[in-house]
């Protein structure tokens, strides 16, 4: 079984200050591992993603995350906040047979100015 | 191109009701997923279609819940009798092949609100 877990529901930065987001994943196989970000009335888009490769991920809107797989963790950074960052944020861990995800619950970012 | 595209955007029906969900999936993906998201929640995996066959519905919560895909492309996600506990956000994605390093490219989903 797999399963994400994701510290804090809700954070909240300055614009221009350090976004962290936490997750942290439990998996009986070697995992992929996902970020989706998901704005106010549309679908998740995908923002970075770890398939095995290089353990450092960069993806799009300036965002990374790097696979430490001595922590199960899949951390979200991005070194200065835009307000256009505010947003829920959702990791996910998948299978490698075929892509069913299992989520976090999600965590709300809000930037202020 | 086009994304996945769901309707109704939004769906509102009386306890008991049946109601159906569609989802268009991207053209060519093969891989088709159904989740469902409740308030405050992250999306819970329903149900895993590679071209016409549900290949996993290990995520459909009983048997009121039943999903097609009769030509490969279009899916509809049907509910029985439906009950207050089965509102939420369903949400469908698809992805070119079903392997698990595609990204799947989701719906803005269907709100489903049972009265």
């Known amino acids: 079984a797999q399963s994400v877990t994701q510290l804090g529901s809700h954070v909240s930065v300055s614009e221009g200050a350090l976004v962290l987001l936490r997750c942290n994943y439990s998996?009986?196989?070697?995992?992929?591992l996902f970020w989706y970000v998901q704005y106010p009335n549309q679908g998740l888009q995908l923002l970075l993603k770890?398939?095995?490769?290089?353990?450092l991920v960069k993806g799009i809107n300036g965002f990374e995350a790097e696979f430490k797989k001595s922590e199960t963790s899949f951390h979200l950074t991005k070194p200065s906040a835009h307000m256009s960052d505010a947003a829920e944020y959702f990791c996910a861990v998948g299978g490698t047979s075929y892509g069913k995800l299992t989520f976090g619950q999600g965590t709300i970012l809000t930037v202020h100015p | 191109g086009a994304g996945v595209s769901q309707t109704p955007s939004n769906k509102v029906t009386e306890k008991g009701k049946y109601v159906e969900l569609r989802c268009d999936p991207i053209s060519g993906h093969t891989a088709l997923y159904w989740y469902r998201q409740s308030l405050g929640q992250g999306p819970e995996f329903l149900i895993y279609f590679q071209g016409t066959g549900a290949a996993d519905d290990s995520g459909l919560p009983n048997d009121r819940f039943f999903a097609v895909r009769p030509e490969g492309s279009v899916s509809t996600l049907k509910i029985q009798r439906t009950e207050r506990g089965d509102s939420a956000v369903y949400l469908c994605?698809?992805?070119?092949?079903?392997?698990?390093?595609?990204?799947?490219?989701f719906g803005p989903g269907t709100r489903l609100t049972v009265l």
């Open positions: 770890y398939t095995s490769a290089a353990t």
């Open positions: 998996s009986s196989v070697p995992p992929y």
């Open positions: 994605a698809s992805s070119l092949s079903g392997s698990g390093t595609d990204t799947q490219y």
